[in-house]
């Protein structure tokens, strides 16, 4: 089995930041595909917010574009959101996600985190 294991929300002001973390664990992992975040907030979809393909450029949602910052730790199979310039309309539960992790020998699809709050608030 495999889990990925979110860390870092929190209640902050509008206007300021937040770093959150998501590391995956378990078994022998070889490698992760692409992993990202989404968030929901309470009546909404859960949407993405930003993606980042093994060796490749980042995606974004067009609301946090130039805001939020994507990045990963490929060998510590890690994946962080830098979240600056928070806004109210930014809260959420925020989950880490990876579409496939390979493993020795099995590989895993379609994995979550457990979420993480969010909340932006004076």
């Known amino acids: 089995q495999v889990q990925l294991v979110e860390s870092g929300g929190g209640l902050v002001q509008p206007g300021g930041s937040l770093k959150l973390s998501c590391v995956a664990s378990?078994?022998?992992?070889?490698?992760?595909?692409?992993m990202g975040w989404y968030r929901q907030a309470p009546g909404k979809q859960r949407e993405l917010v930003a993606s980042?393909?093994?060796?490749?450029?980042?995606n974004y949602a067009d609301s946090v574009k130039d805001r939020f910052f994507i990045s990963r730790d490929h060998a510590n199979h890690s994946v962080y959101l830098q979240m600056n310039s928070l806004r109210p309309e930014d809260t959420a539960t925020y989950y880490c996600?990876?579409?496939?992790?390979?493993?020795?020998?099995?590989?895993?699809?379609?994995?979550w985190g457990q979420g993480t709050q969010v909340t932006v608030s004076s």
């Open positions: 980042m393909p093994y060796g490749r450029t980042a």
């Open positions: 996600h990876a579409d496939k992790i390979i493993t020795t020998p099995t590989a895993y699809n379609d994995i």
């Open positions: 378990g078994r022998s992992i070889f490698s992760i595909y692409t």
